[in-house]
């Protein structure tokens, strides 16, 4: 699995269910509305089954994630490691 950030850029609440479809333990929210999500593809492929690539809405930018550093609560801490290849 692969680690991405998925940036909503609006409509959140679409956003949200979208990424909830993907499994209970594929995604984390982060504080300020992004998502962190574990996902088998690539960025684009992630983007087409959120519904990225259509006209129903949902709109964010999706970076596929090499490394990560920083100061966050534990528990994103703790879903990277448990995700992370």
Do not use: C
């Amino acid at each position: 699995m692969s680690i991405f950030v998925v940036i909503p850029t609006r409509d959140q609440e679409n956003l949200a269910k979208r990424i909830g479809e993907l499994g209970d333990h594929s995604s984390h929210k982060l504080p300020k509305g992004e998502w962190i999500v574990s996902y088998d593809g690539t960025s684009i492929e992630l983007s087409s089954r959120l519904g990225l690539n259509k006209t129903d809405g949902n709109a964010a930018v999706v970076f596929a994630v090499n490394a990560y550093y920083g100061n966050a609560p534990t528990s994103i801490w703790e879903w990277l490691k448990a995700r992370w290849n």
